[in-house]
């Protein structure tokens, strides 16, 4: 497959355990915040998503938290599976910009 | 269907051609982007567009050139003034600039 990206940090993890990925910015504007997962090969996917008015948002097995006094921003994924492997950008923007990436996390699940 | 669709997946052209990316959406989406993405690095935005027949230059557009002149197509020039163009290019789009981006699947662009 094709490589996403060969010098990313890596975050491994054991099939079941709990994932924390983290991801800081820089802009204290920045008002809307995306997780996205990338297979290799393939385009990024959304994954959840949260607004700056908001610190805590959850999905199906997916939190993210956002700390907006230190411009951090996290990804907690429950009972981790193989299926999750991959790279995971996080991305923010404020008013009509476009969206903004970080470097990315790969994530390895171990069996 | 609804969605993104960029063509071709993978693409070989030689140095010094110009070369077109195409990218088509029928999510009714107002806003368009590309990016390019590099090994060990993330997405980088070379164009984006608000609107039809308006684009702004991103951080990487050097190089590059965008036209869109219909809502639902933002074909992407390399030229050959670009003078790294082996990557992966990914066009996205959204109803606003402010919401979720979707993405198509990618064209690996490879000069030789």
């Known amino acids: 497959g094709e490589s996403v990206g060969l010098h990313l940090p890596t975050l491994s993890v054991q099939e079941g355990d709990n994932s924390i990925i983290n991801c800081a910015y820089s802009?204290?504007?920045?008002?809307?915040f995306i997780w996205y997962k990338q297979e290799s090969g393939k385009g990024p996917q959304f994954i959840i998503d949260?607004?700056?008015?908001?610190d805590k948002r959850q999905g199906q097995r997916v939190t993210v938290l956002l700390n907006k006094t230190v411009k951090h921003l996290s990804l907690q994924i429950a009972a981790t599976q193989p299926g999750d492997s991959a790279v995971y950008f996080c991305?923010?923007?404020?008013?009509?910009?476009?969206?903004?990436f970080g470097s990315g996390t790969r994530l390895q699940v171990q069996p | 269907d609804g969605g993104i669709t960029q063509s071709p997946k993978y693409l070989f052209r030689k140095e010094g051609q110009n070369v077109t990316l195409s990218c088509e959406q029928n999510?009714?989406?107002?806003?368009m982007y590309w990016y390019r993405q590099d090994p060990g690095q993330g997405l980088r935005l070379i164009y984006y567009?608000?609107?039809?027949?308006?684009?702004q230059k991103g951080d990487i557009a050097e190089g590059y050139s965008v036209s869109r002149e219909k809502k639902e197509s933002f074909p992407l020039t390399v030229t050959s003034a670009q003078k790294n163009p082996t990557a992966f290019y990914l066009c996205?789009?959204?109803?606003?600039?402010?919401?979720?981006?979707?993405f198509g699947q990618g064209t690996r662009l490879t000069v030789v």
């Open positions: 996205a789009s959204s109803a606003a600039p402010n919401t979720e981006a979707f």
């Open positions: 802009n204290s504007a920045s008002d809307y």
């Open positions: 949260i607004r700056s008015n908001m």
């Open positions: 991305a923010e923007t404020t008013g009509r910009r476009a969206l903004t």
């Open positions: 999510l009714n989406h107002d806003a």
């Open positions: 567009s608000q609107i039809v027949n308006d684009f």
